[in-house]
């Protein structure tokens, strides 16, 4: 079946800890993005990548870094530099990079800061 | 720029009674619409979308939603609600031709609870 896979599904950290966070999609996807939620916050995105080895930072990057070595994976890294790291993140992807086209989500990692 | 606001972050409904959850966005330029829901603990399934052709668009587990261009909304109903909608649905947008600069924008999320 094809889809996203995160792991882990739950995640504790000590402060000052870097911690990275894996999603894979089986989907032939060109487009991936990482999401954090927060309770009443909704969805914020993170980065997104559009093609391999390119990505631009969404509204909430400072604190978090991606690479994107190959079309299947989108690992986020949550840096110490990240002040309140405490939240659900959610990867997603889509077939390209156009408004139409749905975004698919993975069932998401819980990260804890201890 | 574009910004959806959810009204209510909390609705309750008897099982079999009408769904409405309400969305309305703003967005300089044509939008594209999308509800989805996410279930405790999961990630987010897509509802429904509207991409500019019926204003009506009818999705998954009997849900539709109305685009009202003057209203600047798109409320999500269902005639009869089931247990098994119980659940936080978030409504997006993004801008039409926005070619290249894809972002999806979420609204803050409403809970929907079921009463027996």
């Not at chain 2, 849900?63 to 261009?69: G, I, L, Q, R, V």
């Amino acid at each position: 079946d094809g889809g996203i896979t995160q792991s882990p599904k739950y995640l504790f950290r000590k402060e000052g800890q870097n911690v990275t966070l894996s999603c894979e999609q089986n989907l032939n996807h060109d487009a991936m993005y990482w999401y954090r939620q927060d309770p009443g916050q909704g969805l914020r995105l993170i980065y997104y990548s559009q093609i391999v080895n390119d990505f631009q930072k969404g509204d909430i990057a400072e604190g978090y870094s991606v690479s994107r070595e190959k079309k299947e994976s989108f690992p986020l890294t949550v840096t110490s530099a990240q002040k309140n790291p405490t939240a659900f993140y959610l990867c997603a992807s889509s077939m390209r990079q156009l408004s139409y086209n749905e975004q698919f989500f993975g069932p998401g990692t819980r990260l804890t800061v201890l | 720029a574009q910004s959806v606001t959810q009204l209510g972050s909390h609705v309750s409904v008897s099982e079999g009674a009408l769904v409405l959850l309400r969305c309305n966005y703003s967005s300089s330029v044509p939008p594209y619409l999308f509800w989805y829901v996410q279930y405790p603990n999961q990630g987010l399934q897509l509802l429904l979308k509207y991409t500019s052709a019926a204003t009506l668009v009818k999705g998954i587990n009997g849900f539709e939603a109305e685009f009202k261009k003057s209203e600047t909304s798109f409320h999500l109903t269902k005639p009869s609600a089931h247990m098994s909608d119980a659940a936080e649905y978030f409504c997006a947008v993004t801008g039409a031709f926005n070619f290249g600069n894809e972002k999806l924008t979420f609204g803050t999320g409403t809970r929907l609870t079921i009463i027996p």
